[in-house]
């Protein structure tokens, strides 16, 4: 089991602290029979191979060790290496739902990075300990703007391909004996196009045989299933719209207008927009509980809106107002950001505009704001990122403003 892990120069790569000769411990310690000190590897991996979001040159090379890690059967927790997987391939969901990830447009911007990279220096220059100065950043920082945008992104693709690598021990992981563990693989998958034939085949099989009777699958892996098939291209059955699970019916309806878009039929359309305009309850109960958009179904639903065309624009925008009054936080910015789109389709209103003379859509949602408390906070605080994300659209930046710019009403 991890064999060559010390073959690598570690101390050459780089990640989010500088050089990444820490992480073979971390490595190793997701095989401890301890849970604690598997957690605390996991939470550290996390923090400089995948930093936010970002990826490092360290990453890639910690790919195929977690890889290894997930098809040995003896490995404590496989829905966890499978997560830390997933993030490092794309980072976070959000960005690329409902569409699905465009690989294509992030090999394009990683053309030249390889050179750029081979080209930067080790983490680390100086003799000993005393004199050690970091200098990584100092290449990257040396490079123009276009040129470090190339690197990233070659960074970035490295990354996903060694996670692509890892495809067909995903597969084969959906016939694992947990529920929770064919769940994230099938998560996993989904972010994969170009191995859509075999993924969608694979992801068929195991839907088939989480029904046959005898096997304990559970709503929120089949769902999970559903939804990854449409992102693969292929859209569910339309027999599951019927389904007397709420989560199925959700999933087939994500997974059909991924596929069909502007053509999806009347059961799809009317069961999306009965989930975006949904107020959230308290969590899905554990066996619905799906990944994508970290469980925010409603959430997804109202993104998934805008695959439906124009000619469904106004019922779409009436549920996510009839949403957007009870959600906070992230699930705030998911229904403000379909929203604002929906009623700024020409760009944001010029500094200055009457409330008086804003368009139908944008008065309506301005008033929405200005009654509603919740979608401004984020944990009972005043959320900044909302207060920025309206304010980008030419909108007064808090509630207390919006209230005072409606009342200017001639």
């Known amino acids: 089991m991890l064999d060559g892990l010390d073959d690598i ?18 490595l190793r310690a997701l095989l401890s029979p301890d849970p604690g000190t598997r957690d ?48 490092l391939a794309i980072g976070y969901d959000e960005g690329f ?23 930067k220096p080790p983490p680390w220059t100086g003799a000993d300990e005393s004199e050690k100065e970091y200098v990584e950043y100092t290449y990257v920082e040396s490079l123009s703007a276009a040129d470090q945008g190339r690197l990233w992104a070659y960074v970035e693709v490295a990354t996903y391909d060694a996670v692509r690598a890892g495809v067909p021990v995903f597969r084969t992981v959906l016939t694992h004996p947990d529920a929770s563990v064919r769940t994230v693989a099938a998560y996993a998958l989904a972010w994969f196009p170009e191995e859509a034939d075999g993924s969608v085949s694979a992801l068929a099989g195991a839907i088939d045989a989480a029904q046959e009777p005898g096997v304990e699958s559970t709503p929120g892996e089949m769902a999970t299933m559903l939804v990854a098939s449409g992102l693969l291209g292929a859209a569910p059955d339309v027999r599951w719209l019927a389904d007397p699970r709420p989560v199925l019916r959700w999933a087939a309806a994500i997974g ?32 619905e509980w799906v990944p994508f958009l970290d469980g925010d179904r409603g959430g997804y639903a109202g993104l998934a809106l805008r695959q439906l065309g124009p ?38 209103a010029a ?32 959320f900044g990122n909302v207060a920025m994300l309206v304010g980008e659209y030419g909108l007064p930046r808090s509630r207390e403003a919006m209230l005072t710019y409606l009342e200017r009403v001639p």
């Open 311 to 348: 000619q469904h624009e106004d019922r779409a925008f009436d549920a996510l107002l009839d949403r957007l009054p009870a959600v906070s936080g992230e699930r705030s910015l998911t229904v403000l950001g379909v929203a604002l789109r929906l009623a700024f389709p020409d760009g944001p």
């Open 256 to 287: 059909r207008v991924r596929v069909l878009g502007a053509a999806a039929d009347p059961a799809t359309v009317e069961e999306l927009l009965s989930w975006a305009s949904a107020p959230p309850d308290d969590g899905p109960v554990e066996d």
């Open 351 to 382: 500094a200055g505009t009457p409330v008086g003379v804003l368009p139908p859509r944008q008065r309506r949602l301005a008033e929405v704001l200005g009654r509603s408390t919740e979608p401004w906070l984020i944990d009972g605080q005043e």
């Open 9 to 26: 120069d570690w101390a050459r790569l780089g990640h989010a602290y500088g050089a990444a000769d820490d992480v073979p411990d971390q």
């Open 40 to 87: 605390d590897a996991l939470g550290e991996l996390y923090t400089n191979v995948f930093h936010q979001g970002s990826r490092f040159e360290a990453s890639a090379y910690a790919v195929p060790f977690l890889v290894e890690l997930l098809a040995d059967p003896a490995t404590p927790d496989p829905a966890a290496v499978l997560g830390l997987l997933s993030a």
């Open 97 to 119: 739902l409902p569409e699905g990830f465009p690989v294509a447009e992030y090999r394009r911007a990683a053309e030249g990075g390889r050179e750029l990279l081979d080209a």
